[in-house]
């Protein structure tokens, strides 16, 4: 099997470059995402993109200046045992997204050994990187791990969102997965600036009760990161701080300054809602990247 790297962009197409999973060289991993953007002109292009199964990227051709790039996986999830390493690298004054088609599925485990995928991003000065990818969904009985490591050079900006639903509520499946752990580290000129981690484990009590996700349905984390996003990062904490607190309603969020930006935390009873909320504070994206990262899907 050979390297497969998606031709440079033609100006004003809407055609689709997918990069072909089957055309990877035997050597590498399988589930192992590579992928590079270059600013060429007023756009950032794809200069270099590679993926193995069960791993997919599409690269559709987009008027605008950002690159756009959504993963997806055969099946449209992970089963148990799959393993997927995504490594993006942006370079000077780029700006991509990362989305996907649909929600990640994590199947329900049968042989004990989990479900895993890690992003590892490297963004240059005056990059944009806006990673909004749908929800994470695990079925019941489903063991998952994530792990992300975004490296932010000096004047480099991040938008981060990483959300999960509560499973297939319509089965009768909520909260009902094993285990759900997910950690984000985040470095600004090598200065370790943020460290989240998730871990929601039926070990630890039903994830139903009160005390834990209780009446909710669907969490989110928002980051914002970097100078282009400052006016956007005082902004929502500015809006959010000024919200009346009403403990019943059915999306609960709060938000809190950190080093070079922010970070937004949201709990909804529903999905849409959360999406809802999403789509409204961060709608500044569009000015950013040509268009709503939401804006042909939902």
Known sequence: MRPFFSPKPRPHTNATIQVDP???????????GLLELTRVGQRTVATRAMATNPLKLMIPRRRGPAAWIYTSTFGGGLVSGDQIDMNVRLGPDATGVLTTQASTKI???????????SLSAVVAPGATLVITPDPITCFADALFEQKQRFDLESGAN?????????????????WAFQRFHSKTDI?????????????LDAEDGPLTGSF????????AMVVLIGEKLATACHDLLQTIYEQPVDPG????????????????????ENPEQVFQSLKSRLRFLQEIVGESPWSRKW
């Open 22 to 32: 089957t055309s990877c060289q035997a050597s590498v991993k399988a589930g192992s």
């Open 107 to 117: 199947y329900r485990n049968h042989n004990g050994r989990a479900s895993r995928q």
């Open 158 to 174: 991040l938008v981060l969102l990483d959300w999960q639903t509560c499973g297939r509520r319509a089965r009768g499946e909520r």
């Open 187 to 199: 470095y600004y000129n090598n200065d370790l600036i943020l460290v989240d981690s998730l871990l």
């Open 212 to 219: 834990r996700l209780g009446r909710f349905n669907c969490l």
């Open 249 to 268: 309603a059915s999306v609960v969020d709060t938000a809190s300054p950190i080093k070079h930006g922010a970070i937004w935390r949201i709990l909804g």
